[in-house]
């Protein structure tokens, strides 16, 4: 990674400008216009090479039956057959300094990956560059304040004069001003209503440890990247340390702390929220406890978080996210960007875990009687998404679909080879929604299930009762964290990308066959979506996790 600082740029008046975002009713004009000292950042997206041929290594290195299966790529043998050369990027380099004119007096700072270059600058240059108005926008479900352009529809960018290696190897300019990243919903209205189904029994990590197979399982005391564990964090959240501790002290847990925090963990800051990073911690730091670091984004994209961690050789090879939002909410350019960063790091053993959300079907802020509107980045067919279940009050080792489950099918990415027998078999079965409302040609999810209702955790000094696939999705990674440390105690590589093993699998645990989510039909009503069922559904992918019968597969 190089950087270059007060770097003369004007160019992108030779393209049309690329709009990174489809706003649809997620995003509102709040007639706001932004100072021209504003801060703002665009990103440039170079074309990646070799993609067929990496994702062609992946499902290699990811197939058990291959000789192939496990044999990694490094991070520099995908930089070198991916990343764009050094010679390409000086190319572009110098065809930024040879488009200055008098409005680049400023410092323009600009961030070189061998695949995008990122750029921050003020309002007013941004607007002269682009040829575009940059306005305030507001997003409907968390009031978060962006900028971006004032089109708000894709627009595939042409070059008009730049030279054609540099124009070749330019594949899209978006702003950053993007969907934010969904947390958990914390369940309750101002007035205490719940807005979020609280269903079972309350959970401790000791109740999923004796659920899981994990009861008797120690710290294999490693501290590399293939036996330790991450969680990624948005949005100003974060935690305390003395929460953590506490927890673990409360639930009778060894002393876990977290080991290394990329970022900035600032839980005194103004704006900061706990519920999030601090359910995301006391669970994966106690249901195993093996070596945990924190991922902060600054930046706020999936992508940019998946990208950050790819490049560190010492990352934890386990990294769980629990922060969701409509695959509608993206580009085209954006899902396919973080896409094929996902595939990067499943071909080099990373295994990147997500939340299918915790709306049931629906998207709130769509219209009524609109079609379901599944999560991303779950929907990836490179990512292992997690669904919610809950435990019977009697049985613990009973797991039922949890009603506000989010789950569905793409409408971007089809179905992927691994899953095509598992959805056709599904599509058989009875109670069905209606077909119309989802695309059942589509990548389904989630892949898996864990308890996800209901908890306690500390917060900011206080106990709250939280519900999510926020924490469906930390227990998971736990649990194959577990398994990576093991397997790296007996010499044997990370696990990766995994969803070609679990879904070729005869169980991965627990077969999950009872419960539904819910939808909200044109009266406004609720009613039941998709149901449980034998093998894969669409709720609760191939079921929930029980360490022996994962050991099985991976041991």
Same mark, same amino acid.
């Given at each position: 990674m190089l950087r270059w600082n007060a770097i003369p740029f004007l160019f992108l008046t030779l393209f049309q400008f690329y709009n990174a975002t489809r706003f649809h009713s997620a995003f509102l004009p709040t007639g706001s216009q932004p100072s021209p000292s504003t801060t703002v950042e665009f990103r440039i997206d170079l074309v990646q090479r070799n993609l067929d041929w990496l994702e062609d290594k992946i499902n290699t290195v990811s197939n058990m039956d291959s000789p192939e299966y496990a044999n990694y790529l490094t991070n520099e043998d995908?930089?070198?057959?991916?990343?764009?050369?050094a010679k390409e990027i000086h190319l572009i380099i110098v065809w930024l300094q040879s488009q200055c004119t008098e409005i680049c007096n400023m410092e323009t700072n600009v961030l070189v990956h061998s695949d995008y270059i990122r750029v921050k600058t003020c309002v007013e240059r941004a607007e002269f560059l682009l040829n575009t108005k940059i306005i305030e926008y507001e997003m409907a479900h968390t009031g978060k304040k962006i900028l971006h352009s004032l089109h708000?529809?894709?627009?595939?960018?042409?070059?008009?004069?730049?030279?054609?290696?540099?124009?070749?190897?330019?594949e899209a300019i978006s702003i950053l001003g993007h969907p934010e990243p969904l947390p958990m919903r914390l369940g309750k209205n101002s007035d205490g209503s719940s807005t979020i189904s609280f269903q079972?029994?309350?959970? #401790?990590?000791?109740?999923?440890?004796?659920?899981? +197979?994990?009861?008797? =399982?120690?710290?294999?005391? !490693?501290?590399?990247?293939?036996?330790?564990?991450?969680?990624?964090?948005?949005?100003?959240?974060?935690?305390?340390?003395?929460?953590?501790?506490t927890f673990q002290d409360l639930n009778l847990m060894p002393s876990n702390p977290v080991a290394k925090v990329i970022g900035k963990n600032d839980p005194n800051s103004k704006n900061a929220t706990f519920s999030e990073a601090s359910a995301d911690f006391e669970y994966i730091t106690t249901v195993v406890c093996q070596n945990t670091w924190a991922w902060f984004n600054a930046a706020g994209t999936f992508s940019d978080a998946i990208q950050e961690v790819f490049q560190n050789p010492d990352s934890p090879r386990i990294n769980s996210v629990s922060y969701v939002q409509y695959e509608m909410y993206y580009s085209n350019q954006q899902?396919?960007?973080?896409?094929?960063?996902?595939?990067?790091?499943?071909? #080099?053993?990373?295994?990147?875990?997500?939340?299918? +959300?915790?709306?049931? =079907?629906?998207?709130?802020? !769509?219209?009524?009687?609109?079609?379901?509107?599944?999560?991303?980045?779950?929907?990836?067919p490179y990512a292992l998404g997690i669904g919610g279940s809950y435990s019977d009050t009697v049985n613990i080792s009973l797991e039922k679909a949890w009603t506000d489950s989010g789950s569905g099918f793409s409408n971007y990415f089809d179905i992927p080879d691994y899953q095509k027998t598992a959805i056709a078999k599904y599509l058989t079965t009875r109670n069905l929604p209606d077909s119309s409302k989802y695309n059942s040609s589509g990548r389904g999810i989630p892949d898996m299930a864990a308890f996800g209702s209901q908890f306690y955790i500390i917060e900011d000094h206080h106990t709250r009762k939280v519900v999510g696939t926020s924490l469906a999705t930390p227990i998971t990674a736990a649990v194959f964290t577990y398994i990576n440390a093991l397997r790296a105690s007996k010499g044997k590589p990370p696990i990766g990308f995994i969803n070609p093993v679990l879904y070729k699998a005869s169980t991965i645990g627990y077969d999950i066959t009872e419960g539904h989510n819910i939808q909200e039909d044109c009266n406004g009503k609720t009613e039941n979506a998709f149901y449980a069922a034998k093998g894969w559904d669409c709720i609760t992918g191939v079921g929930a996790p029980r360490l022996k019968a994962l050991l099985d597969l991976f041991l």
């Open positions: 995908i930089r070198h057959m991916v990343g764009r050369s708000n529809e894709d627009v595939q960018f042409h070059l008009t004069s730049a030279p054609k290696e540099v124009a070749s190897i330019i079972g029994r309350i959970m #401790s990590p000791k109740d999923i440890r004796s659920a899981y +197979g994990l009861a008797n =399982v120690q710290r294999i005391d !490693a501290t590399d990247g293939n036996s330790s564990c991450a969680c990624a964090e948005f949005n100003n959240s974060f935690y305390f340390d003395d929460d953590i501790k899902l396919m960007r973080t896409n094929s960063e996902l595939i990067k790091a499943g071909a #080099s053993g990373f295994t990147w875990l997500f939340g299918s +959300g915790d709306w049931g =079907v629906n998207n709130p802020s !769509a219209p009524k009687c609109s079609n379901y509107e599944p999560f991303f980045p779950a929907t990836s």
